[in-house]
């Protein structure tokens, strides 16, 4: 197809390209995470390049959770499917909360202080479901989306002395978790790939010429691994441990 598109499965190959890509990023900044946790080397994770890796990597995540909701709306309108759409989102969404409290509760059971309590996977159940409504309204979502990261970084400077509105994106000065990811800012960033899925694509087509490399070996590589995203993220970090052990299992 010329417009970049899989025939058998209707999925576009810019997406699924640079969803793999924020898949080697994000395996990259959790072994550079489990090595300094694990203190076999010290990297400073919170400010420099490691800093922006990992918000980078969760930007890039969160806007393409976006385009692929707004291309998904349009598949299912294909199909003439639309009424059955929501329900699909909401079993979706589920599926991935299942995830999320799993890995909550392993988190808490393994490292105790610091555990998930609203990690990435929780933000995107959440944003699936406050997304539908707001589908219709296309490109205009860039303005949500820039209200809702504004909001959000002014919320995340206010005191609070409460824990029930972390899921919000206000916490005490005191609150660390491993993964934190709260509603604001960051569904404005779903927000934003809503917009940009309108802008750029209309009815599963590009509305911009792209040239299609998908056949390309090393694309190929990061198509497997857009396409297989959910998967890798929740293995990938017991491989790792796994392979730090083997490497390095004494000095634990």
């Known amino acids: ?26 395996v990259i900044f959790h072994l550079a995470y489990d090595l ?17 890796l990992a918000r980078f990597t969760a930007s890039l995540f969160l806007l393409l959770v976006g385009i692929s909701l ?14 059955q759409y929501p329900f699909r989102l909401l079993k979706r969404s589920l599926w991935i909360m ?3 409290l799993g890995i909550t509760l392993v988190t ?40 809702a990261i504004l909001l959000g970084l002014y919320i995340q400077e206010l005191e609070v002395d409460f824990y029930w509105l972390i899921w919000l994106g206000l916490a005490p000065r005191d609150f660390v978790s491993l993964d934190y ?17 309108a802008l750029l ?25 857009g396409r297989n995203s959910l998967a890798i993220y929740i293995l990938h970090q017991p491989l790792l441990l796994g392979l730090i052990y083997l490497a390095d299992g004494p000095s634990l």
């Open 201 to 225: 694509y209309k009815d599963l087509v590009h509305r911009f010429p792209l040239p299609d490399i998908s056949a390309w070996p090393p694309v190929r590589g990061l198509l497997f691994l």
């Open 181 to 197: 990811v709260p509603l604001l800012p960051w569904f404005g960033l779903v927000l934003m790939g809503m917009a940009g899925g």
């Open 70 to 83: 707004t291309l998904s709306h349009s598949r299912a309108k294909l199909a003439g499917q639309l009424s």
């Open 1 to 26: 197809m010329n417009n970049g598109q899989n025939s058998r499965t209707g999925r576009l190959w810019e997406v699924d390209f640079f969803r793999g890509l924020a898949i080697i990023m994000m």
């Open 36 to 52: 300094d946790f694990f203190r076999i080397y010290e990297i400073d994770l919170s400010h420099g390049f490691w800093f922006y």
């Open 98 to 100: 299942s995830l999320a």
């Open 108 to 147: 808490y059971i393994v490292i105790g202080r610091g555990f998930i309590v609203f990690g990435i996977l929780h933000l995107i159940s959440i944003s699936i479901l406050l997304a539908y409504p707001l589908l219709r309204l296309g490109r205009m979502n860039i303005l949500l989306g820039l209200a």
